[in-house]
């Protein structure tokens, strides 16, 4: 009985004094704009605890009963400080005040709270603001989002004019890149100069590298999560820029002031304008569009809800002409055009729901496709006259449902979890004609479904604090669809095929499941130092089948099915973060080591063209990365910016049982991706309140590449040998970029403001080598390199807002 009185007597004081806390929830926001602010701060005074918006601008707070100070604050605005008797749960809305002069602030920031590199658990993240893009010299002047990810240590990309970007040695197709968490299959215009992100439209943008929250999946390599503005319910107001080649303008504002908000961006390229001035270019195209939208309303403090879309295209024409006399004389006219175009097409739903001070859900509907085409017109005109023409396209689509809850147990605990359901729908390959002489071809429809429930747990405990998740995800190959078998004794050709078998329409062809384990650790040694560890094992189930290093129309998305296995990575990494005493200096070093499994390598000479046997042309292989990543921020003063040194090593083995298909018989090489050294300083210089001038360079070793060593000739036709595969590096790359800011003083009473920007992209006229082509000359086989930009590029824009 005396026990049992004990017991009760301590859970009667544990009620007791939960009984005595309180929550403060509710979100922090923009006072000019009514837009929520994200990675904003709510600190209590008094007890030392904080609590941080999340990425829908929701916070929760748990303190004891009694009187607090709260300070509230966010970078690049003005802090408040509110006294608060709590005597209950409380909901509060708060508005900072932007700051009217910035250039003493943080260029970049890697923490979720904008100040300290210390202060993030998760290790290998960064965080991008639209003001900071801005801030770099860019190709054109046009801001770009890929090539700010470019300036951070860990990330690199293959060259001038290649899609995408690679992050610690991970393909392109491996990077999870979400708009409003619709998921983007091609970031890039014009074969990877220019990103389809509109800084305009951007509220917010990080970056993972390690460490992988349990929410995200799909990918193997990384997430860059991009979320869009919602556009003010304040007043109506605009921004835009005017560029030599590009235009783009931002229209936003309230429909019901306080509750219902509307956003509308648009940006185009006008190279095409200037080709009928050109006699040769004359009824060529070239061009790219992005449109941005985004509507949200304020339902009641309970309920938000959000639609968003974005559609964008590249579009190409190349024109042939050609005169010609046959034996009678008579003119022959030959005019030929080739179209090529890519499109991204996305459109989001989301509602937030508060059901109480310490539960958060937000339910997101999305849909996402991306689709490129190939076409040929050709017709001839004579005394018959013929016309003949062909359209190729390609395509690939998501619908997506995820709930996503979030449970704040107390300020130190909070509970994550959820499920993200995937439909996929490929279309490898469809041509159609007009003439007899084109063949119908049509691969069909691939389907797969993946369903990934989630959960993670994230403590803080005085030092230490932790993020601990689980994702378990299945994925099921969906027919309908032939399937092809072979003889297990050779390896995989045409001639190889021993039967098949028809699948039914949603038939489970072959599926995969598996755990991915999420762990992210940091301790801190003091409120200046810290020590993160982190590891994240990731499934990717869907794989760009691809030998080009541009997006063409070409390129393939394939799931994974019968013959082709899901990626599996494992990644560890470890990391020291310091700040200067007065936070002016932020320092940190991170290694890491990543495995990679049922990798999809090519056999030498692989045939993708319309193959729709492609597992033929494929070899599985394994591979490692590690590195090591220094990075140094200068976030205060007149002077800013990042430095930052990468070391790493990428290396690929192909697994096959028959040497004779291995690639350098079964040996490790150097991954087309694999760049030893790559170091990046990026820095901005207030002159005065009128003049900032910024500059970026880089160094990278050059890139694998696989160099023709000998020829020889068949039936009068010539051949090549080539090397190993990768045995070679290209010369290393270098450039210098420069930009000049002129921002006049805004007039008193004037809504206008606007700012001139102009600067060289490659300064020094480096030629940067993208790739190696070999030819005879003087029946003697030489090697070139060539590059895509080997002049500099001067540019002006001149951006404004009302």
Do not use: C
Not at 609 to 636: C, V
């Amino acid at each position: 009985m005396k026990h049992l009185f004990l017991i009760f007597t301590f859970f009667s004081a544990s009620y007791t004094l939960l009984a005595q806390s309180y929550s403060i929830s509710g979100s922090i926001k923009d006072s000019t704009t009514g837009e929520t602010l994200l990675g904003a701060t709510i600190y209590d005074k008094q007890s030392g605890k904080g609590a941080v918006t999340n990425e829908y601008g929701f916070f929760s707070l748990t303190l004891r009963e009694g009187e607090h100070t709260l300070i509230i604050s966010y970078l690049g605005y003005e802090d408040i400080i509110q006294n608060i008797d709590l005597t209950e749960s409380k909901k509060i809305n708060i508005e900072l005040k932007p700051v009217s002069n910035n250039l003493d602030e943080v260029i970049i920031t890697t923490n979720t709270n904008n100040k300290s590199q210390t202060g993030n658990i998760i290790a290998g993240s960064i965080n991008l603001k639209p003001q900071d893009i801005k801030k770099l010299p860019a190709l054109l002047g046009e801001p770009d989002v890929t090539r700010a990810m470019l300036t951070q240590a860990g990330v690199s990309s293959v060259g001038e004019g290649t899609s995408g970007f690679n992050v610690r040695g991970g393909n392109i197709d491996q990077n999870l890149i979400l708009l409003d968490e619709a998921p983007i299959y091609n970031s890039s215009h014009v074969w990877g100069f220019f990103s389809i992100f509109n800084s305009d439209a951007i509220k917010d943008m990080k970056l993972y590298k390690g460490g992988i929250p349990a929410r995200y999946g799909g990918r193997a390599s990384s997430v860059l999560d991009i979320r869009q503005r919602e556009g003010s319910n304040k007043q109506f107001k605009g921004e835009g820029g005017l560029g030599l080649l590009f235009s783009r303008l931002t229209l936003e504002g309230p429909i019901k002031k306080d509750k219902l908000s509307y956003l509308v961006s648009g940006r185009r390229s006008y190279f095409d304008l200037a080709f009928p001035l050109i006699k040769s270019l004359k009824g060529n195209k070239v061009y790219f569009y992005d449109l941005n939208a985004k509507l949200s309303w304020d339902i009641n403090e309970k309920n938000k809800l959000f639609a968003s879309g974005y559609f964008g295209a590249d579009v190409m024409k190349l024109k042939f002409d050609d005169t010609d006399e046959d034996q009678q004389n008579t003119q022959q006219n030959t005019n030929e055009s080739i179209n090529f175009s890519w499109k991204n097409s996305t459109a989001t739903i989301r509602w937030n729901h508060i059901f109480s001070e310490r539960l958060f859900m937000n339910l997101s509907g999305v849909f996402s496709r991306y689709n490129y085409s190939l076409s040929s017109e050709n017709s001839s005109g004579g005394p018959a006259g013929s016309a003949s023409n062909f359209t190729w396209k390609s395509a690939v689509e998501n619908w997506i449902l995820k709930p996503d809850f979030t449970f704040f147990q107390n300020t130190e605990t909070k509970i994550r979890f959820g499920v993200n359901s995937t439909l996929y729908r490929f279309t490898p390959a469809k041509i159609t004609g007009n003439d007899t002489s084109i063949n119908t071809v049509n691969f069909g429809t691939e389907k797969g479904l993946e369903i990934a429930p989630y959960v993670s747990y994230e403590k803080k405990l005085n030092k230490f604090s932790a993020n601990i998740g689980l994702r378990y995800s299945w994925f099921g190959n969906l027919g309908p669809k032939k399937v092809s078998f072979y003889d297990a004794q050779v390896p995989q050709t045409v001639s190889s095929i021993t039967g098949s078998r028809s699948y039914k329409s949603n038939e489970v062809i072959k599926n995969y499941h598996g755990f991915e384990p999420r762990l992210a650790l940091k301790y801190d040694l003091n409120n200046r130092k810290a020590i993160k560890l982190g590891y994240n094992r990731m499934f990717q189930y869907i794989h760009l089948i691809s030998n080009s290093y541009s997006t063409l129309p070409f390129d393939i998305w394939k799931p994974a099915g019968y013959h082709i296995k899901p990626l599996e990575v494992n990644q560890i990494s470890a990391g020291y973060a310091y700040d200067t005493p007065n936070r002016k200096y932020n320092f940190s070093v991170e290694g890491y080591y990543k495995t990679f499994k049922n990798l999809v390598e090519y056999k030498n000479g692989a045939d993708l063209f319309l193959n729709e046997n492609l597992e033929t042309q494929l070899l599985t292989a394994k591979g490692y990365s590690y590195g090591l990543e220094l990075s140094g921020y200068k976030t205060k003063g007149k002077l800013t910016g990042n430095a930052n040194y990468t070391y790493s090593v990428t290396k690929r083995k192909t697994t096959s049982s028959f040497n004779s298909e291995n690639i350098n018989s079964g040996n490790y090489y150097p991954s087309n991706y694999d760049r030893p050294h790559i170091f990046n300083i990026t820095s901005n210089y207030a002159l005065s309140k009128k003049w900032s001038v910024g500059a970026f360079f880089t160094y990278q070793t050059g890139r694998p590449t696989t160099y023709a060593t000998g020829k020889f000739e068949v039936g009068g036709n010539q051949f090549f040998t080539y090397s190993d595969r990768n045995a070679f590096r290209l010369k290393p790359t270098h450039r210098l970029d420069i930009s000049f800011t002129y921002t006049p003083k805004k007039k008193a009473n004037r809504r206008w403001s606007g700012n001139w920007v102009f600067g060289v992209y490659n300064v020094y006229s480096h030629k940067n080598p993208f790739s190696v082509y070999s030819s005879v000359r003087n029946n003697q086989l030489k090697t070139f390199q060539y590059s895509v930009i080997g002049a500099p590029v001067p540019f002006i824009t001149y951006n404004f807002k009302f």
